[in-house]
């Protein structure tokens, strides 16, 4: 799921501490479930501040002066007990990403507090493995935590794929849900590793088949040929991604993913598609869908962000029913 950009804001204000004081308190709600949160939706101008546990990583969508970046740091420890702030930042254009250098855009230490190369978060009481200095990504998508309560309440008994799995959060709801099987695709054997040990981190152990590293596409004809059905599958591409020849564009690609998922699913299964593409609007992306389907599912529910993540939200998240 690509990073959303913060919705925009008229001023950045000369001041943070207020600012941060209002948006705490609107989110201390959620405090009491779990650790990890969006402290800053857009609020501030091109600013998203998400907290995993003690550690916050501010992600920033255009130039910054050093001078505000140190006073919004000590605004943030006065308000929350950190012990490290980690800066991310994110050009608003993907061709601006693509041809900049990762150490530019993630540096591989905090811009203040200490340094930890990992360390636990709980959500909702399962347990994640987080990596700050990993990059764009640190393990976990906040914003998808409502889809995982969904994955988690709705796989009981039933067999799960999870495609583009990066860290696997999805199948380890699954698996937690009581899903009978799951099967994590990701072309990442990385990211399949650091799914392994968020299972293991929640005393279950990973079950032969349940990990399989391997381009999607290719993937699911292996799947299709081979007569494997599911009752639940997780669609949650990235905008775009490059593998081999194979150039992954959901513009040009979501339905087919949706097609190839639909063929899938058992009568009566359920997919939950997700797209986080700021050009993506919710009309365009249920119709994306709805031909995915080809007129044998329907949209059964929307479910959006959580309440830390700032209206309108960028991602777009459906549950769409195979017809019996």
Same mark, same amino acid.
């Given at each position: 799921?690509?990073?959303?950009?913060?919705?925009? !804001?008229?001023?950045?204000?000369?001041?943070?501490?207020?600012?941060?004081?209002?948006?705490?308190?609107?989110?201390?709600?959620?405090?009491?479930?779990? #650790?990890?949160?969006?402290?800053?939706?857009?609020?501030?101008?091109?600013?998203?501040?998400?907290?995993?546990?003690?550690?916050?990583?501010?992600?920033?969508?255009? *130039?910054?002066?050093? &001078?505000?970046?140190?006073?919004?740091?000590?605004?943030?420890?006065?308000?929350?007990?950190?012990? &490290?702030?980690?800066?991310?930042?994110?050009?608003?254009?993907?061709?601006?990403?693509?041809?900049?250098?990762?150490?530019?855009?993630?540096? =591989?230490?905090?811009?203040?507090?200490?340094?930890?190369?990992?360390?636990?978060?709980?959500? /909702?009481?399962?347990?994640?493995?987080?990596? *700050?200095?990993?990059?764009?990504? !640190?393990?976990?998508?906040?914003?998808?935590?409502?889809?995982?309560?969904? +994955?988690?309440?709705?796989?009981?008994?039933?067999?799960?794929?999870?495609?583009?799995?990066?860290?696997?959060?999805?199948?380890? &709801?699954?698996?937690?849900?009581?899903?009978? #099987?799951?099967?994590? +695709?990701? $072309?990442?054997?990385?990211?399949? %590793?650091?799914?392994?040990?968020?299972?293991?981190?929640?005393? +279950?152990?990973?079950?032969?088949? %349940?990990?399989?590293?391997? #381009?999607?596409? =290719?993937?699911?004809?292996?799947?299709?040929?081979?007569?494997?059905?599911?009752?639940? +599958?997780?669609?949650?591409?990235?905008?775009?991604?490059?593998?081999?020849?194979?150039?992954?564009? $959901? @513009?040009?690609?979501?339905?087919?993913? !949706?097609?190839?998922?639909? &063929?899938?699913? #058992?009568?009566?299964?359920?997919?939950?598609?997700?797209?986080?593409?700021?050009?993506?609007?919710?009309?365009?992306? =249920?119709?994306?869908?709805?031909?995915?389907?080809?007129?044998?599912?329907?949209?059964? %529910?929307?479910?959006?962000?959580?309440?830390?993540?700032?209206?309108?939200?960028?991602?777009? @998240? /459906?549950?769409?029913?195979?017809?019996?």
């Amino acid at each position: 799921m690509p990073f959303p950009s913060p919705p925009p !804001v008229s001023e950045r204000p000369s001041g943070f501490q207020q600012v941060l004081r209002e948006c705490l308190e609107r989110r201390r709600v959620l405090l009491s479930t779990t #650790e990890v949160w969006r402290w800053v939706d857009g609020e501030i101008e091109d600013l998203v501040v998400e907290v995993y546990g003690r550690v916050a990583v501010a992600s920033f969508f255009s *130039p910054w002066v050093q &001078a505000d970046k140190e006073a919004l740091w000590g605004a943030m420890q006065a308000l929350f007990p950190l012990e &490290a702030i980690w800066e991310k930042r994110r050009p608003k254009e993907a061709r601006v990403l693509a041809n900049t250098q990762l150490s530019e855009l993630a540096p =591989s230490s905090p811009a203040w507090g200490g340094y930890s190369e990992a360390f636990r978060v709980e959500e /909702e009481g399962l347990s994640f493995e987080i990596r *700050p200095g990993n990059g764009l990504s !640190v393990g976990l998508y906040v914003d998808a935590r409502k889809a995982r309560r969904f +994955i988690r309440t709705h796989a009981m008994h039933k067999r799960v794929l999870n495609l583009f799995a990066y860290t696997c959060g999805f199948g380890l &709801a699954a698996r937690r849900g009581g899903a009978i #099987e799951v099967v994590n +695709i990701d $072309i990442s054997k990385h990211c399949l %590793e650091w799914g392994k040990q968020n299972l293991r981190h929640n005393g +279950i152990e990973p079950l032969p088949g %349940e990990f399989w590293a391997a #381009e999607v596409f =290719s993937a699911l004809r292996r799947l299709a040929g081979g007569g494997r059905r599911f009752e639940l +599958i997780v669609l949650d591409p990235p905008s775009f991604s490059s593998v081999g020849k194979r150039r992954l564009r $959901i @513009a040009d690609d979501y339905r087919q993913l !949706v097609s190839l998922c639909a &063929a899938l699913l #058992e009568p009566g299964g359920v997919l939950l598609a997700m797209c986080n593409a700021r050009f993506v609007g919710p009309g365009v992306f =249920s119709k994306w869908l709805g031909e995915g389907f080809s007129g044998q599912g329907y949209c059964e %529910e929307r479910l959006g962000a959580d309440m830390d993540c700032r209206q309108p939200s960028w991602l777009k @998240a /459906e549950v769409w029913r195979k017809l019996s």
